[in-house]
T-cell receptor, first 115, second 114 residues
Framework: NAGVTQTPKFQVLKTGQSMTLQCAQD?????MSWYRQDPGMGLRLIHY???????DQGEVPNGYNVSRSTTEDFPLRLLSAAPSQTSVYFC??????????????FGPGTRLTVL | AQTVTQSQPEMSVQEAETVTLSCTYD???????LFWYKQPPSRQMILVIR??????QNATENRFSVNFQKAAKSFSLKISDSQLGDAAMYFC???????????FGKGTHLIIQP
């Protein structure tokens, strides 16, 4: 099993550009989520999904959209990138459909820089 | 809402010695879960240990153990026989078990001196 994969690993955008961060898992996990990690801070939840077709907002959702059309994939879209979105982004999945009782399996992260 | 506080931005320990990383939390949940995650320079987040709040017994995983003080809302991580590979950022996290994910502390940078 590949676990949780994320693409790309690195990305540089200009202010106002849009892009999609890809996340996929092959563990048949119902619960998937996106976090961002800023320097000197822990991870903060952006959006999450408890199953295909169901998504909701986390702590810092502004400027990001998500959708969940399949169990495997959970892409994160930046509609109009801003320098404040410069961060490292982590996707995670869990076998617990309710959320976060169990271990979260994290992807390797995407380092995004917005100029 | 939950908050997690790690008061030690950086800790240093000699190889083979024992080190304790501190974490305090606050939650309104009656049932919750606590975690320690390790993040080495590779950036990968790795679960170190997990504690269910309803369990009085402290969790242990090989050289890693926790001191869970529920009344004091304290959840410290003890690493015994420190190894060079333990050098990393360590994050304490809590969860109410709901779909709103984990709440993380700001992390402690652990340095292992050879």
């Amino acid at each position: 099993n590949a676990g949780v994969t994320q693409t790309p690993k690195f990305q540089v955008l200009k202010t106002g550009q849009s892009m999609t961060l890809q996340c996929a898992q092959d563990m048949n996990h119902e619960y998937m989520s996106w976090y961002r990690q800023d320097p000197g801070m822990g991870l903060r939840l952006i959006h999450y999904s408890v199953g295909a077709g169901i998504t909701d907002q986390g702590e810092v959702p502004n400027g990001y959209n998500v959708s969940r059309s399949t169990t495997e994939d959970f892409p994160l879209r930046l509609l109009s990138a801003a320098p404040s979105q410069t961060s490292v982004y982590f996707c995670a999945s869990s076998s617990d459909s309710g959320g976060s009782y169990n271990e979260q399996f994290f992807g390797p992260g995407t380092r995004l820089t917005v100029l | 809402a939950q908050t997690v506080t790690q008061s030690q931005p950086e800790m240093s320990v000699q190889e083979a010695e024992t080190v304790t990383l501190s974490c305090t939390y606050d939650t309104s949940e009656s049932d919750y879960y606590l975690f320690w995650y390790k993040q080495p320079p590779s950036r990968q987040m790795i679960l170190v240990i997990r504690q269910e709040a309803y369990k009085q017994q402290n969790a242990t995983e090989n050289r890693f153990s926790v001191n869970f003080q529920k009344a004091a809302k304290s959840f410290s991580l003890k690493i015994s026989d420190s190894q060079l590979g333990d050098a990393a950022m360590y994050f304490c996290a809590s969860s109410g078990g709901g779909a709103d994910g984990l709440t993380f502390g700001k992390g402690t940078h652990l340095i292992i001196q050879p």
